[in-house]
């Protein structure tokens, strides 16, 4: 099973996003792919899903509300296009320091976070514009992807009120 630590957009940001001008001809992501992974987790036997939930709730109990910032500028990556969200990176590091002994990390650090807009062969010439949101993370969650191609769905395994 595909996981991930996540965030999701509230409404407002979703709204901002949403407002992007799409040019045809680029394969844009529906908003219910808009998540903002603090850590992806990968492909991970749903075994472990017991001891991530543990190990997560251990971690973020009395975490407080996150500042988050989208933005200034949509970015072209990998032939993708994201926009960058700020904000995570104390968040990020506890996350990562509570699931490495359970699932470790695979891919480059430091982490940075994206909302990730357009998938596939994305020219890079799309990428740039400008889009500035801010908000407060309240709620962090454990999501399993059981996406099929075209067909987007998200499950919110486990979810972490931050409320300090």
């Known amino acids: 099973m595909r996981l991930s ?8 940001v979703v709204e901002v996003l949403g407002a992007l001008p799409r040019p045809p001809g680029i394969e844009w992501s529906a908003p219910a792919q808009w998540m903002i992974k603090v850590r992806p987790l ?11 939930v543990e190990a997560l709730t251990d971690e973020l109990d009395g975490a407080p509300p996150t500042p988050c910032a989208l933005g200034p500028r949509t970015k ?7 926009v960058p969200v700020t904000g995570l990176d104390d968040l990020g590091a506890a996350v990562f320091a509570a699931t490495a002994p359970i699932v470790p990390v695979t891919h480059p650090q430091p982490f940075r976070a994206f909302v990730w807009i357009a998938r596939g062969r994305v020219p890079a010439a799309a990428a740039g514009q400008e889009i500035s949101a801010m ?6 969650s454990l999501v399993a992807d059981r996406s099929s191609p075209g067909r987007p769905r998200f499950e919110n395994l486990a979810g972490f009120e931050l409320t300090a």
């Open 5 to 12: 630590v996540a965030i999701w957009p509230p409404p407002e």
């Open 42 to 52: 990968g492909t991970v036997p749903e075994r472990v899903v017991p001891d991530l």
């Open 76 to 82: 072209a990556l990998g032939g993708w296009i994201g």
């Open 135 to 140: 908000w407060m993370a309240n709620r962090i």
